[in-house]
């Protein structure tokens, strides 16, 4: 399995541009999750789907944000217009509700895409 | 809501040697996972372990082991024969077993190995 595939894995940007990540996760896998890591306040949840519908998007930042899941294979992040304090490492991950042996809908994270907004 | 706190910025041991993380967490609820995630330079988030909550018996994989004190609410990590490709940030984090996948991360300990 390829695993959760992010792209870009780097993005530099100036303000006010529309910056747009893209994820596809794991085949099979139902769930999928979008994290932002930055040195303030750490890892934190964005949004997260279950069987392409969002279900908790509180953690997203401001009307700015937005995310969407038009089928099971894809996902994007966008936000518009970006500013500075965009800035971080924004991860997506991907689990499966259907137990599987040993499985306890562990998250699978993907590489990671590294935002500068200057 | 629930917080995962890690009380150790950094901690550094000596190769081959025995290193102990530690993890806090608060939390209502009494079904529920917990977790370790290493991540290395190239940012990848690894997972190292997991522990289900209704299991008394610790998780073991290979030279990774937990303490879990349920009651005291504590999810320590520890690295036997400490190896140089150990050398990371490594994260607690918890999910909730109903409602909320989500999961709350601490705000980890980088861990250095010296040669």
């Known amino acids: 399995d390829a695993g959760v595939i992010q792209s870009p894995r780097h993005e530099v940007t100036e303000m006010g541009q529309e910056v747009t990540l893209r994820c596809k996760p794991i085949?099979?896998?139902?769930?999928l999750f979008w994290y932002r890591q930055t040195m303030m306040r750490g890892l934190e949840l964005l949004i997260y789907f279950n069987n392409n519908v969002p279900i908790d998007d509180s953690g997203m930042p401001e009307d700015r944000f937005s995310a969407k899941m038009p089928n099971a294979s894809f996902s994007t992040l966008k936000i518009q217009p970006s500013e500075p304090r965009d800035s971080a490492v924004y991860f997506c991950?991907?689990?499966?509700?259907?137990?599987?042996?040993?499985?306890?809908?562990?998250?699978?994270f993907g590489p990671g895409t590294r935002l500068t907004v200057t | 809501a629930q917080t995962v706190t890690q009380s150790q910025p950094e901690m550094s041991v000596q190769e081959a040697e025995t290193v102990t993380l530690s993890c806090t967490y608060d939390t209502s609820e009494s079904d529920y996972y917990l977790f370790w995630y290493k991540q290395p330079p190239s940012r990848q988030m690894i997972l190292v372990i997991r522990q289900e909550a209704y299991k008394q018996q610790n998780a073991t994989e290979n030279r990774f082991s937990v303490n879990f004190q349920k009651a005291a609410k504590s999810f320590s990590l520890k690295i036997s024969d400490s190896q140089l490709g150990d050398a990371a940030m490594y994260f607690c984090a918890y999910r909730s077993a109903r409602g909320a996948q989500k999961l709350v991360f601490g705000q980890g300990t980088r861990l250095t190995i010296n040669p």
């Open positions: 085949s099979g896998h139902n769930s």
């Open positions: 991950a991907s689990s499966s509700r259907r137990l599987t042996s040993g499985s306890i809908y562990e998250q699978y």
